[in-house]
């Protein structure tokens, strides 16, 4: 158990280690209870440092002996690392620990799965392997010699040599050692082979577990396709003979950029169409370009420390999202990811666990693995090629890849290259990186004299620890439409610097209708009073899809926020009207129709609210989403199976977009039609499906019309070989629970056989849809909050990192009323209060308690 005591790290505090590390061995000889660790580090001082403290991190490790060239030393341990005297020159540094990797179940540093041995050592578990300089501006060159009786044995980098029980690999290139790894077990391969742009052959492998060689197909498709697309788009090739990829079922996050060595959560990397949703094809499809791109933003290019993570992280999740659009649609992509960011990183950014993209100090690193530093990092990027436009940007990328490569960077080494390239100076944009908060930003439009004057402010809320807010650079892209619908002014990005700043577009003859923030060029909460009409008005006529999108989701908002407030009986039926329109024009891309039927979230919808002033009740959100499901269901009645008819798919199952955006549509209309049949269409869908989109899609319409009692025991009796396809059975039946029955349902749900709470999936599985039923866990009488308080307490003592992830269930407490305040302030001051709770969900309640 870690010391619970929070000690603070500061950015403003980094120094480099005062030695560099020349090249490591390492000699694992594998044992559930007692694996023996061997290492042989070549030190020498680092001539940039000037303290010479010589502190190796290490954490839960026995050591064995520890010698300095040759000669036996007794350094000074604490249960952080240890100490010791050192030469003042190069020298050797020897020792041998002992670790337990079958009694890890926090999922860090060597563990085992299944019989299976693993290592997840990012951020910080490698010291949880040997004493090391734990930091990721510490690069070596490692060899590694595996020893076991498994029929596989992975390390990083090139195989050298192995035997019978024996294995042994070199890595080349210098690297952290957060991206070491190490894998052992009974598995299977699915071998293939990519040529690189040079010439160069590369030998590729997933490995898995006996039994899910059928699921491999579609990874190692999406491998060669980014693989690829790196070479084609910024010009990178891979770098090692060989590139493996290992599935593991317990993994606490989806996958890990290992040299050359992938390891990955077994749900972000096996699919098949009867186990795998559209949804699960493209995400797997996007982690493993995700994990591939790390290769060069991440591995050869790495941090000089966390705070720098968003360095690695956001780059590489832009990079991943420009792939995922190339390779499907780009504006259902950037809907998605926008849904995505309202979703997470909005409530994260406005409530107390608030931080900027590079944090400035932090008690866990694991707690910052967060939307803020992922996804909106990802959006400071996006901001910064449209300010430059996409050739500076291509060139300031050749120029990093370029510069920096071999080293371990900082914001300030990014910035400094985009500086360079454009002759820009950047000091206002750096905000971005340290200011926490999402802009809000006021538009106010005139029209005189043929001149059109759109006038915008900007202000950023108060978060913790930054009361005032600089005006931040916002990259606004805006296209001007007349009145009968032309595009009179073209997609213009305008810069906006100031607080307050007006821009004017001349010579127009009639008044136009301004279509702002096209694409969400800036990740802000846009405060437009437009009207009801000219929203109808864009959903008709704006050739930006993106926000044609967002005036429809900006209607839909209105129209349930004004039948949660009861400022309106119904439902806006004209706009209803307006949009079946739309979403029966079958030129449309039925994927983009798909997610025009989209309706904000109820925890969204909480959020607007509460932005407005208004306290949110969570039964009034459900039963106003409700009844306007069930309205529109009855509206479009007749519709309905016309619209169904037009979204069969009749070809072999692909898990393309074009396939995936028809069983979208039908899966949104599946929902509809099941509201009036009693489910009639649901279940001869679930019946009669071949693919998990169709089966599982109808089994949501038929728990969310209290009809899937028998399809549920169908399906268990069906899938319950299938630990990913069992994930979804615990899900689906929480996630879609009447609020009243969420909290049983989960109760019911831990006390089947198939639960264990040590497998992260699973617990997610559970937890994850209780979190998400947003009137379920916010159920009145605070059984949601105390029911997932116990939870994650006993999850805490096994496995902290995911136990403290899912602490952030509570961050939006203050947006509720005084009594659901004062529940889930005592659900967190009941964890907090819990003897031996880790340092990490530590971190995570007391910063929610402010
Ligand atoms: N480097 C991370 C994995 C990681 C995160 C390790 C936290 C240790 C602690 C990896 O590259 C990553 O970001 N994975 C994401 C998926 C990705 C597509 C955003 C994940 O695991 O969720
Ligand atoms: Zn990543």
């Not at 540094?93 to 997840?120: D, F, K």
């Not at 108060?462 to 005006?471: A, S, V, W």
């Not at 898990?655 to 955006?661: F, K, L, R, Y």
Request: glycine share 6%.
């Amino acid at each position: 158990m870690k010391d619970a005591a929070p000690q603070t790290v500061y950015l403003a505090d980094y120094t480099p280690f005062g030695y560099g590390v020349e090249d490591v061995h390492l000699t694992v000889r594998l044992d559930p209870g007692k694996t023996r660790v061997q290492s042989r580090i070549r030190f020498a001082p680092n001539p940039e440092a000037q303290d010479r403290d010589f502190f190796l991190h290490g954490e839960e490790l026995t050591l064995l002996w520890a010698k300095i060239d040759g000669a036996a030393v007794t350094p000074q341990l604490s249960d952080q690392g240890l100490r010791c005297t050192v030469p003042d020159g190069p020298f050797i540094w020897e020792a041998e620990v002992e670790i337990a990797p079958e009694s890890n179940t926090a999922l860090e540093g060597l563990y085992m799965s299944n019989g299976m041995y693993c290592t997840q050592c990012e951020a910080e578990g490698f010291r949880k392997i040997t004493f090391y300089p734990d930091r990721p501006d510490v690069m070596a060159v490692f060899t590694v010699r595996i020893e076991g009786p498994h029929p596989v044995l992975l390390s990083n980098g090139n195989p050298v040599d192995s035997g019978e029980g024996w294995a042994e690999w070199h890595d080349p290139w210098p690297k952290p050692a957060y991206l070491f790894a190490l894998v052992a077990g009974d598995l299977v391969n699915h071998p293939d082979r990519f040529t690189t742009m040079s010439g160069k052959e590369v030998e590729l492998n997933i490995w898995v577990r006996p039994g899910d060689e059928g699921k491999c197909a579609f990874g190692m498709q999406a491998l060669k396709a980014s693989m690829r697309w790196d070479e084609e788009v910024y010009g990178r090739e891979y770098d090692l003979d060989i590139f493996n990829v290992v599935a593991v079922d317990d993994f606490n996050m989806g996958a890990m950029e290992n040299k050359g060595l992938n390891i990955f959560n077994s749900a972000a990397v096996l699919a098949s169409p009867e186990t795998s949703t559209d949804a699960n094809f493209e995400r797997i499809e996007a982690i493993i370009a995700h994990e591939y791109f790390h290769n060069r933003t991440g591995n050869r290019i790495t941090c000089r420390d966390w705070f720098q993570l968003c360095l690695k992280e956001g780059l590489t999740v832009y990079r991943d999202s420009e792939f995922t659009s190339d390779m499907r649609s780009a504006p259902v992509k950037r809907i998605g990811d926008v849904i995505d960011l309202r979703a997470r990183q909005f409530p994260e950014d406005q409530g107390p666990l608030s931080h900027p993209v590079r944090p400035e100090s932090f008690q866990e690193i694991n707690n910052f693995y967060t939307a803020t530093v992922y996804e909106k990092g990802a959006e400071v990027i996006g901001m910064l090629k449209r300010l430059v436009g996409d050739e500076v940007y291509a060139k300031a990328l050749t120029l990093y890849f370029d510069r920096h490569d071999g080293q371990a960077c900082t914001i300030e080494d990014w910035l400094k290259v985009f500086e360079d390239v454009t002759g820009r100076d950047l000091t206002q944009f750096k905000r971005w990186y340290s200011q926490s908060g999402t802009p809000h930003l006021q538009v106010a439009e005139r029209f005189e004299n043929g001149t059109f004057t759109l006038t915008f402010k900007q202000r950023t809320p108060p978060t913790p620890g930054q009361d005032e807010k600089l005006p931040q650079v916002l990259p606004i892209a805006v296209g001007l439409l007349s009145p009968s619908g032309d595009e009179v002014v073209p997609t213009t990005l305008l810069e906006m610097t100031e607080a307050e700043q007006s821009f004017d577009f001349g010579g127009l003859s009639e008044r136009p209708v301004a279509s702002v923030l096209r694409g969400f060029s800036a990740p802000v909460v846009l405060e437009r009073a437009a009207s009801r009409q000219e929203r109808l008005f864009l959903l008709a006529h704006d050739t930006d899809p993106f926000n044609r999108w967002e005036a429809n989701r900006a209607l839909a908002q209105e129209s349930l926020i004004a039948s949660i407030t009861g400022a309106e009986a119904g439902p806006d039926t004209a706009w209803l009207s307006a949009l079946l329109e739309v979403v029966k024009n079958a030129a449309q891309d039925p994927a983009y129709r798909a997610l025009l039927l989209g309706l904000p979230s109820q925890s969204e919808l909480a959020q607007a609210l509460h932005q407005r002033g208004v306290t949110p009740d969570p039964d009034s959100i459900h039963a106003a989403a409700e009844a306007h499901r069930q309205t529109r269901a009855e509206l479009w009645q007749a519709d309905l199976p016309m619209l169904a008819r037009e979204t069969e798919v009749t070809a072999p199952f692909r898990p393309d977009a074009e396939q995936a955006g028809k069983r979208a549509l039908g899966s949104s209309l599946l929902a509809m039609q099941s509201r009036l049949d009693g489910g009639a269409a649901a279940q001869a869908q679930f019946d009669g499906a071949d693919n998990m989109t169709a089966q599982l899609s109808a089994l949501t319409s038929l728990i969310t019309i209290g009809a899937a009692d028998s399809a549920l025991r169908a399906f268990e009796k069906q899938w319950r070989h299938d630990r990913l396809v069992m994930d979804k059975w615990f899900g689906v039946q929480i996630a879609y629970a009447p609020p009243a029955m969420a909290v049983e349902m989960a109760g019911l749900l831990t006390e089947h056989p198939a639960f264990d709470m040590k497998n992260p999936n699973r617990f997610r599985a559970v937890f994850g849809a209780l979190a998400g039923n947003h009137a379920g866990f916010h159920r009145a009488d605070g059984a949601g909050y105390d029911q997932l308080a116990d939870w994650l307490i006993k999850l805490d003592a096994k496995n902290p990192q995911t136990a403290a992830r899912m602490c952030s269930a509570f961050q939006t407490w203050r947006r509720y009323d005084a009594d659901r305040q004062a529940r889930m302030r005592a659900a967190l001051t009941r964890i907090a209060d819990t003897p031996g709770l880790s340092r990490d969900s530590t971190e995570m309640v007391t910063r929610m308690l402010g």
